[in-house]
């Protein structure tokens, strides 16, 4: 059974950093392209970061790019946001999601997703 589950979510103030981790089970993360999503109450899910199977190419949303990085680690069969600069307008859950392609990073675009983390960005 494919699962996803990302941690690393928690409270941070304005400035600080947090690294997210989106563990896979069930398949090997290095033959999908992996998206990262968040959702903040209120609001469409939104996808602020994709990056391929092929080169490890990655896209960023305008509004974290510059302050977020999307990597690899295949041994551990793990992908990781690592974020930067946290803005209090970056507090929304965080959610991961497999798919076998991307364009446009978007949620239509990926099949299997996990759970989420929150992350939370206040003094």
């Known amino acids: 059974q494919l699962q996803l589950v990302e941690s690393g979510g928690g409270l941070v103030q304005p400035g600080g950093s947090l690294r997210l981790s989106c563990a896979a089970s069930?398949?090997?993360?290095?033959?999908?392209?992996i998206g990262w999503f968040r959702q903040a109450p209120g609001k469409e899910r939104e996808g602020i970061s994709c990056?391929?199977?092929?080169?490890?190419?990655?896209t960023y949303a305008y509004s974290v790019r510059g302050r977020f990085t999307t990597y690899r680690d295949n041994a551990k069969n793990t992908v990781y946001l690592e974020m930067n600069s946290l803005k209090p307008e970056d507090t929304a859950v965080y959610y991961c999601?497999?798919?076998?392609?991307?364009?446009?990073?978007?949620?239509?675009?990926?099949?299997?997703w996990g759970a989420g983390t929150q992350v939370t960005v206040s003094s």
């Open positions: 999601a497999a798919g076998r392609g991307f364009y446009s990073c978007t949620v239509d675009e990926f099949d299997h």
């Open positions: 069930g398949f090997a993360l290095n033959y999908y392209s």
């Open positions: 990056i391929g199977t092929s080169h490890g190419t990655t």
